[in-house]
């Protein structure tokens, strides 16, 4: 009887595990499953079938897959590990699966769907020794790939493998093709890598101003207390490489990137910036920036002001969203903050209950958190100019604002809201304005400490440096959410300068920015009356009542503490036009 033949073949053999399976499934068994099945299912059975592999067998956290070819082999791998990465991006570190992968080309047998042989054990040893998120090859598998694939790869030398007699070179990539590094997490904070702005002059003398700027947006971002951002050295280790923001991401352990370039032509600076979410690579902000330039470091100051003045503001905007796709019960004194801005910042008297029951929880979690304190005491505040002027509100929005300038020295937004409340409901602006001065110190840039401050000006009759800090807030952040106030104050401020044409310009631009709310169109109509346009005004200041019922010139002035010189003329003028004194 003739000897059964052994099937053989060379394959290529891709063998890969969940790092840290245990470990995870001690922690939450029926999660762990449920993920690594969702896994499997929507990512890697679809990019093994592309790639034209067969799933050999799978063996808890890990599988075996032959390919004809090491270059679909590692084609399959790198897709795998990339979509696993962006996946992973919005997912805690302990719940994240994370792949380690081995590809060696060899010998196999070939058994009842089942393979046999070295090649096979070389691949389940090699995978042992990627890191997360990492792919390991052979010295056999790499041969076959090098050359056909644009890969950097990391030479490991050979490598003693278990029951394996002879050494293995070993090979080391990541997904983007360059020598792997281990993919970092995200900090608890919200955090920004600022990449060097390539030079798109042709001119290499103008790195330095490239250069220059973006060490200045990184010492301006580096005052925002709230924001982690990454060193000079780390980013430009980029520079002169076309880089993925979702690789970087994952590299620097950040969930924003800024990028940019400067092109310099005869006496005009063009500058580009934009700021990508790198797990979803969503644009958050965008701006560009046409100059002169005639003093070189005096535009450098210009833009650097701009681009960190406008970026904060997108930031917060971009981080309530995120925050408000967790899960509730995973909310910590952050995230809870977080929720509650679109409440606080809405001015609302509606929303405040939701934006006050969150911020307590916070304090509760952190009484010392000199954000929630402030931006209680700006909910109060609202409570108290909008609801009735309840004074239970005005005394509880002052105890927050003396509790955030108390915990937060060192934070430049909470200081600001801070001064605002204690200038509008404690009528206090030389307090204010040490909050207010003690903001700028810490944050420069923040365009609301400037909007805010704005109104304590107005409202106190120092109306040329409204203006000033009016015009320095919107060249700072143009479409900031906190603009309305601005034209509401720059309104004010004409009107006592008695320039009623720029009065009520601007106060129409409060009502397009804020058409919910009465003491935009209150202004507004005080203008129009100035200008002799009675009747729009009688059906502007008809919109004041409608927006609050309970308005009074007379209490609403005085609880905001406008100086007589101001409040005095303003209350004629809206007389005029109907509303009661």
């Not at 029926?30 to 799978?58: D, F, N, S, W």
């Not at 009107?495 to 935009?520: H, I, N, T």
Request: glycine share 8%.
């Amino acid at each position: 009887m003739a000897e059964e033949r052994i099937a053989r073949r060379l394959a290529a053999i891709l063998a890969a595990d969940v790092a840290g399976y245990s470990r995870m499934m001690g922690a939450d068994e029926e999660g762990t499953l449920a993920a690594l099945k969702a896994m499997r299912r929507e990512l890697i059975e679809p990019k093994i079938a592309e790639h034209q592999g067969r799933i050999v067998k799978t063996t808890g956290d890990g599988a075996l897959v032959e390919f004809a070819s090491a270059v679909d082999a590692v084609r399959c791998a790198l897709d795998v590990q990339r979509a696993a990465a962006e996946r992973n991006a919005a997912i805690p570190e302990s719940r994240r699966i994370e792949f380690r992968i081995g590809i060696n080309v060899g010998d196999i047998i070939s058994d009842d769907g089942d393979i046999y042989g070295d090649g096979v054990n070389i691949a389940a040893r090699i995978e042992a020794l990627a890191e997360p998120g990492a792919i390991c090859l052979s010295d056999n598998a790499y041969v076959q790939i090098k050359g056909k694939l644009p890969l950097d790869a990391a030479d490991m030398g050979e490598q003693q493998l278990k029951n394996i007699s002879q050494p293995v070179r070993v090979y080391r990539i990541r997904a983007d093709g360059a020598a792997a590094r281990p993919a970092l997490s995200l900090p608890e904070r919200p955090s920004v890598a600022v990449l060097p702005f390539q030079n798109m002059s042709g001119d290499p003398e103008q790195d330095y101003f490239a250069d220059g700027m973006v060490d200045d947006i990184i010492t301006g971002l580096s005052r925002i207390k709230w924001l982690f951002v990454i060193a000079r050295n780390s980013t430009f280790t980029y520079k002169g490489r076309a880089v993925d923001v979702k690789q970087v991401g994952r590299e620097l352990g950040v969930r924003y990137v800024l990028e940019g370039s400067v092109r310099k032509s005869g006496d005009r600076v063009r500058i580009v910036g934009q700021l990508i979410d790198t797990a979803s690579g969503a644009h958050v902000w965008a701006e560009r920036y046409d100059r002169k330039s005639d003093d070189i470091f005096a535009l450098q100051d210009e833009i650097t002001l701009s681009v960190v003045g406008a970026i904060e503001p997108s930031l917060r905007l971009a981080e309530a969203e995120r925050v408000k796709r967790k899960r509730s019960d995973s909310l910590d004194a952050y995230d809870l903050v977080l929720q509650a801005q679109p409440d606080v910042y809405s001015r609302d008297p509606a929303r405040a209950p939701h934006a006050l029951a969150l911020l307590e929880r916070a304090l509760a979690l952190d009484p010392a958190y000199a954000l929630a304190h402030a931006y209680a005491a700006e909910t109060h505040h609202t409570v108290f100019n909008r609801g009735g002027y309840q004074e239970a509100s005005r005394s509880a929005s002052i105890r927050h604002a003396e509790a955030a300038i108390a915990h937060g020295q060192d934070d430049a937004l909470a200081l600001a809201f801070a001064g605002f409340v204690i200038g509008m409901d404690k009528h206090d602006r030389a307090a204010a304005f040490a909050a207010f001065d003690a903001s700028l110190a810490v944050s420069p840039s923040l365009a609301v400490t400037y909007i805010l401050g704005s109104v304590i000006l107005s409202f106190g009759g120092d109306s040329e440096r409204a203006i000033e800090w009016v015009d320095r807030a919107l060249r700072l952040s143009p479409f900031d959410p906190w603009r309305s106030s601005a034209f509401v104050a720059k309104s004010v401020a004409h009107f006592k300068l008695g320039q009623y044409e720029e009065a009520a310009a601007a106060a129409r631009k409060a009502v397009q920015s804020a058409p919910g709310f009465a003491m935009c169109y209150a202004v507004l109509a005080g203008a129009l009356v100035k200008l002799g346009q009675i009747d729009e005004a009688k059906a502007t200041a008809a919109r004041v009542t409608e927006l609050l019922p309970g308005f009074r010139c007379g209490r609403a002035f005085s609880a905001a503490g406008w100086t007589k010189s101001l409040a005095d003329p303003m209350t004629e003028t809206l007389r005029a036009a109907g509303l009661p004194e």
